[in-house]
C-alpha cells in the first residue's frame, strides 16, 4: 500500500503492536510464567542438540564401563554414574529428546482427535452428540494408564506405539472443551449472519466457529505436555514402551529402584528432569491462559 | 407482483409449557424499490416474520402450522435446506441489529468479505464481472475489488485500507455499514434489516439509514425495515405493517397509516412516542388507554 498514507494507516498498525506488547504485558505479570519460558526453552534446545554436546556420546550407543560404576557426582560425572558405569548427565540430557518427542506426539494426537470428536458433536447436537460423548464418556471411565498399557500391550512395545496409546487414551478432555466451545459459539450471531450469507455447515464450522475456540485448546495442550511427559515417564517405569538402553527418565528410574538410597543420584537426577519438564509446562500453560484468556484469572 | 407474499403465516414455539403460537397468520407483501416498516413491541413477531423469510427459524422448537411464503413465486415453505442455502446471500441479504457481535473476531474484514463474495461469485460468476473461465488468482483480486467498492459504497472512508482492519477496530456504526456492504455483496434482491440501527446513536442511525435509501433507490431492492423507532419509519419507510402478538394489525402506506391510524394499537404505539410538548403522567395514560381498548 504505497499510495498516499492517511492518518489512519498509522492506527492499523501500531493497535496490532498495541495488542502484542498486551498479551506480552500479561504474560510477564506472573514471574513464574517467565520462568516457564526459560525451562521449556531449555528443554527445546536440550531436546534439539543435546545427544550431540553430552560429554560422553560412546554411552548412548550402550557402551558400558565396569570400572567406573556407582561413582557418585563429581567434576567429571555431574551427575554421577549409573550401575554399568554410564555417566548419568549424558543419560538425562539424551532423554530429554525421547520424552519431548513424545509428550508432544500424545497431545497433538489427542487434540486433533478430541477436537475433531467434540466439534462434530457440539456442532450437530442430537443423536450424533449423545453417541459421540457417551462414547468419550467410556473411554474416560477407564484409568489412562491401564488402557494406554492394554494398547502398548496389544500394539507391541515400541515408542510410537506408546505415544499412539497414550493419545487414544488422552483425548476425551480436548473432545469436552472442544464441545463446550462449539456449543457456547454455534449461538453466536456471527454463526447466525454467516447462515444468513448461505454458508453451509462445513463452511461455518471450519471459517466461523473453528478458529473462534482454538485458545483454550492450545492453553490445554500446553498444561497437558508436562503431564504427558509424566505418563510416557510411568510408562517407561512399568517397563512398557521404551527399552533400555534407550535413555529414557522413565527406564532410568525404574532401573534406579534397586540401586536406592544408597546410590541415591541414579534415581533423583532424572526424576528432577521429569518434575522440571513437568513443571515447566504447566506454568507455560498458565501463563498462555493468561493471554488468550484473561478473566479466567483468579 | 410483489417480490415475497407471506400469506397467512402461522408458526408455534414449543416452551416448558407446552406449544405457544408465535405467529398467527401474518399476511404482508414486499415490492423491488419500497421499503416496507415492520413495527411493533418487543415480542410481537417482527424479527420470526424476518428469519421465517429466510428460513432461518430452528425447528424445532419452532413448528409452521400452515401458510406460505413465495418469493418471486416459489414457496419457500417447500423448499429444502440446499434451495434455501442458494437464496441466502445471493437473493436475501440480511442485517441484524447488533453490529458488535454479528463479525467474526477472528477475521479480518476483507477476509470475511472475500470469502462471502467468492462464494457468492461460484453460483454467479457476473458479480466479479468476470468469466468462469477466471483463475482463482483473478478472482480473489476481483473479490477483493468488489468489497472496497461494496464499503466505499456504504461510506466507508480510505475503505482500500481500512479492509485490512479487524472488527474490533471499527466503531459499531462502521461495522454496521460493513455489514449492510457485505448482505449486499451477492447483489440480492431483497434485504431484511432487523433493526439495524437500533444500537446505534443518532448521528450514525442517519448515516446509516442514508445508505440503505440510496440503495434501494440505486438498485432496486426491496427492504423488509424491521425497527419499534417509529420515527426511523416516518423518516424512510414507503410501506407499514404493525405487528401486535404474532399478527398483522394495520399495514399500508406509510402516510395513510401514520396520520390516520386505524387500529387502537397503532393509536396507543403513536401515542407512546414521547414529544417535549408531553407532560409527566401522559404515556402512562396512553397505556390505559390501550389496555382499555383491548
Same mark, same amino acid.
Given at each position: ?10 492506527? =492499523? ?17 506472573? %514471574? ?9 526453552? =531449555? ?13 560422553? %556420546? ?5 557402551? &558400558? ?25 549424558? /543419560? ?48 474416560? &471411565? ?59 455447515? &462445513? ?42 538402553? &534407550? ?24 526424576? /528432577? ?10 506454568? /507455560? ?14 | ?294
Amino acid at each position: 500500500m504505497s499510495a498516499k498514507r492517511g492518518p489512519s494507516d498509522r492506527v =492499523a498498525p501500531s493497535r496490532q503492536r498495541v495488542a502484542l506488547s498486551r498479551a506480552f504485558y500479561r504474560f510477564n505479570q506472573n %514471574p513464574l510464567s517467565i520462568l516457564s519460558v526459560f525451562i521449556v526453552g =531449555a528443554l527445546l534446545i536440550i531436546a534439539v542438540i543435546g545427544p550431540l554436546i553430552v560429554p560422553f %556420546p560412546d554411552h548412548l550407543l550402550g557402551q &558400558t564401563n565396569p570400572a567406573s560404576r556407582f561413582l557418585p557426582p563429581s567434576g567429571d560425572h555431574w551427575f554421577g554414574t549409573n550401575e554399568v558405569g554410564q555417566d548419568i548427565f549424558t /543419560l538425562v540430557l539424551a532423554g530429554a529428546r525421547i520424552s519431548l518427542l513424545c509428550g508432544l506426539g500424545v497431545v497433538v494426537m489427542a487434540a486433533v482427535i478430541g477436537t475433531i470428536i467434540g466439534t462434530i458433536s457440539g456442532f450437530f447436537g442430537r443423536w450424533v452428540d449423545e453417541v459421540l460423548m457417551r462414547f468419550t464418556d467410556l473411554v474416560l &471411565t477407564l484409568p489412562a494408564l491401564i488402557l494406554a498399557m492394554a494398547i502398548a500391550a496389544s500394539l507391541g512395545p515400541s515408542i510410537l506405539n506408546m505415544t499412539i496409546a497414550l493419545a487414544l487414551a488422552w483425548w476425551p478432555g480436548f473432545a469436552r472443551i472442544a464441545r463446550g466451545e462449539v456449543l457456547s459459539k454455534k449461538e453466536e450471531l456471527f454463526v447466525l449472519g454467516a447462515k444468513a450469507q448461505g454458508a453451509g455447515a &462445513t463452511r461455518i464450522l471450519l471459517r466461523h466457529i473453528l478458529p473462534n475456540i482454538t485458545s483454550p485448546i492450545i492453553v490445554k495442550m500446553s498444561l497437558d505436555v508436562g503431564f504427558a511427559i509424566l505418563a510416557v515417564a510411568s510408562l517407561g517405569f512399568i517397563g512398557i514402551g521404551v527399552r533400555p538402553p &534407550t535413555p529414557e527418565w522413565g527406564v532410568m528410574l525404574s532401573v534406579s529402584r534397586s540401586n536406592m538410597p544408597h546410590y541415591w543420584w541414579t534415581a533423583v537426577f532424572p526424576g /528432577l528432569a521429569i518434575f522440571l519438564s513437568v513443571l515447566g509446562f504447566n506454568l /507455560l500453560g498458565d501463563g498462555l491462559r493468561d493471554v488468550f484468556d484473561p478473566k479466567a484469572r483468579r | 407482483m410483489a417480490l415475497v407474499e407471506i400469506r397467512n403465516l402461522h408458526l408455534a414455539m414449543r416452551t416448558h409449557d407446552g406449544e405457544i403460537p408465535v405467529l398467527r397468520g401474518i399476511n404482508l407483501e414486499l415490492e423491488r424499490g419500497r421499503i416496507t416498516g415492520v413495527v411493533g413491541e418487543t415480542g410481537s413477531g417482527k424479527s420470526l416474520t424476518g428469519l421465517s423469510i429466510s428460513k432461518l427459524v430452528p425447528t424445532p422448537p419452532g413448528r409452521y402450522l400452515s401458510g406460505s411464503i413465495l418469493y418471486n413465486g416459489q414457496d419457500l415453505m417447500q423448499a429444502d435446506e440446499g434451495a434455501m442455502q442458494a437464496l441466502r446471500g445471493r437473493e436475501i441479504g440480511m442485517i441484524f441489529q447488533d453490529p458488535t457481535t454479528n463479525l467474526n473476531p477472528s477475521f479480518r474484514i476483507a477476509t470475511q468479505m472475500i470469502d462471502i463474495a467468492l462464494s457468492a461469485a461460484s453460483k454467479d460468476p457476473a458479480i466479479l464481472g468476470l468469466g468462469s473461465m477466471a483463475s482463482r488468482r483473478e478472482r480473489r483480486i476481483a473479490a477483493r475489488a468488489r468489497a472496497v467498492e461494496m464499503l466505499g459504497r456504504v461510506g466507508i472512508p480510505e475503505p482500500a485500507e481500512r479492509i485490512d482492519a479487524y472488527p474490533h477496530q471499527f466503531s459499531g456504526g462502521m461495522r454496521q455499514r460493513v455489514l449492510i456492504a457485505m448482505a449486499l455483496l451477492g447483489r440480492p434482491r431483497l434485504l431484511i434489516a432487523d433493526e439495524p440501527t437500533t444500537a446505534l446513536d443518532v448521528s450514525v442511525q442517519a448515516q446509516v439509514l442514508r445508505v440503505i435509501y440510496d440503495l434501494v433507490r440505486e438498485r432496486d431492492l426491496a427492504v423488509m425495515f424491521i425497527t419499534h423507532n417509529l420515527g426511523v419509519v416516518a423518516q424512510i419507510c414507503d410501506d407499514v405493517a404493525v405487528l401486535r402478538t404474532g399478527e398483522v394489525v394495520e399495514s399500508g402506506p406509510v402516510s395513510t397509516v401514520l396520520k390516520s391510524p386505524n387500529h387502537a394499537y397503532t393509536k396507543a404505539l403513536l401515542v407512546s412516542v414521547p414529544t417535549r410538548a408531553m407532560r409527566r403522567g401522559d404515556l402512562r395514560v396512553a397505556f390505559e388507554g390501550e389496555g382499555a381498548a383491548e
